[in-house]
């Protein structure tokens, strides 16, 4: 073949290998670019939106039920299901205040709360689902009308004021501005080196390196962590619940990826029986997964009781749905198996937007719940559709 005929086919061929490169990385991202097409609306939406006081609130109202998510994404990969999480949020937040107005000291209050609130309600799921082989869906179901009736019943069906001015601190303080610049900092750095030390393992194992993984996760690092540095150190800094979720979030996303705990999650998922009979402890994995699920949804009441300055019985009411949402919008399987912490992340972020922007433009709350319900519909028959393709 002539070098000029060779000339002509490359542009081509050039062309057709960055569509096909384009089209892959939305695929793979195709959450992200959702994400980030929502901040562009509603900036041009409504000037309002994009500044840093608006986004700070945002992140803030958004890590209550992302730290649910966390959890939710784990029960959901072993093909579970756990509608108590948003009971389990308002009856924590009444245990949390009614235990300091008894005179128990702040620290013992909250953790009393985890532990009855959070850990005996989800070893309590985990049981009846592990042992007796009971739907998650009709367990959860039953706990959750439990849960809401105990906090009725504790609260007398009112609300509890907070008497401990330290425990407002919990959930309304921030990290100073210029310090939460530098943890950013430190966090774009921490991610580069650790990104370098990977290629170098890989060289040295002689592992091929994806270059196009590599520049688009850099990509996403360098606009997630300097939109950050935009929003923190332009207002006052970032505030205590939303460093919570990032360590609570970077725990989940190791756990998964690089324990035996994560791998085993993966492989009920897949195939339960199989992993049984791999040797798997499915009993004592479930027990453990409900109970982080029901944990999390206390830490979550906790946080939402010291923001609001006191707790009422009825916070928490549809929780399970926007977390149920942010995980399934996350990219997460319904049948179990395929997702990560990560993508609900960037889930749990979308909704976040969506009630923010749509309450900033006086979408009304019904209206509201509707779109969501309709995101959730589309999330699962794409998933479905995804199946298909592979099948």
Request: aromatic share 10%; no cysteine; hydrophobic share 55%.
């Amino acid at each position: 073949m002539s070098n000029e005929v060779k000339s002509a086919i490359a542009p081509g061929v050039l062309q057709n290998e960055n569509i096909q490169m384009a089209l892959k990385f939305l695929k793979e991202n195709g959450t992200l670019v959702a994400l980030l097409a929502l901040v562009i609306f509603f900036s041009f939406a409504d000037e309002a939106f994009f500044t840093s006081r608006n986004l700070t609130n945002l992140a803030r109202q958004t890590t209550i039920v992302g730290i649910i998510a966390v959890g939710m994404t784990m029960v959901i990969l072993i093909n579970g299901i756990d509608l108590s999480v948003g009971s389990v949020v308002g009856l924590s937040a009444i245990t949390v205040t009614l235990l300091m107005q008894a005179g128990v000291n702040i620290w013992l209050a909250v953790l009393l709360t985890l532990l009855l609130t959070g850990l005996l309600v989800g070893l309590w799921n985990g049981f009846w689902v592990a042992h007796y082989n009971i739907p998650p869906f009709i367990i959860t179901l039953g706990m959750m009308t439990i849960a809401r009736g105990l906090a009725l019943t504790l609260s007398g069906g009112g609300s509890v004021p907070v008497t401990n001015p330290t425990f407002s601190k919990i959930g309304g303080n921030y990290i100073p501005a210029r310090i939460s610049g530098v943890i950013i900092a430190a966090a774009l750095a921490l991610f580069f080196f650790t990104l370098f030390r990977g290629i170098q393992q890989k060289k040295k194992y002689e592992i091929e390196v994806n270059k196009q993984e590599i520049v688009s996760s850099s990509v996403i690092a360098v606009l997630g962590l300097g939109l950050s540095f935009y929003v923190f150190t332009g207002y006052r800094g970032i505030p205590y619940p939303v460093a919570i979720f990032v360590v609570i979030a970077f725990i989940g996303i190791f756990v998964l990826q690089n324990t035996k705990f994560g791998r085993r999650v993966y492989a009920m998922g897949g195939n339960e029986e199989a992993a049984r009979l791999s040797g798997i402890n499915v009993y004592r994995m479930k027990l453990i997964i409900y109970a982080v699920i029901t944990m999390l949804s206390a830490l979550s009441g906790i946080l939402l009781a010291s923001r609001l300055n006191g707790a009422s019985p009825n916070l928490g009411t549809m929780f399970e749905l926007d977390a149920i949402s942010a995980v399934i919008i996350g990219g997460t399987s319904f049948a179990g198996g395929i997702g990560t912490i990560s993508g609900t992340v960037i889930g749990a972020f979308i909704i976040g937007i969506l009630n923010n922007g749509m309450s900033l433009l006086g979408v009304p709350t019904f209206y509201q719940l509707m779109i969501k319900g309709f995101i959730i519909i589309a999330a699962v028959w794409f998933d479905v559709l995804s199946k298909k393709k592979k099948a």
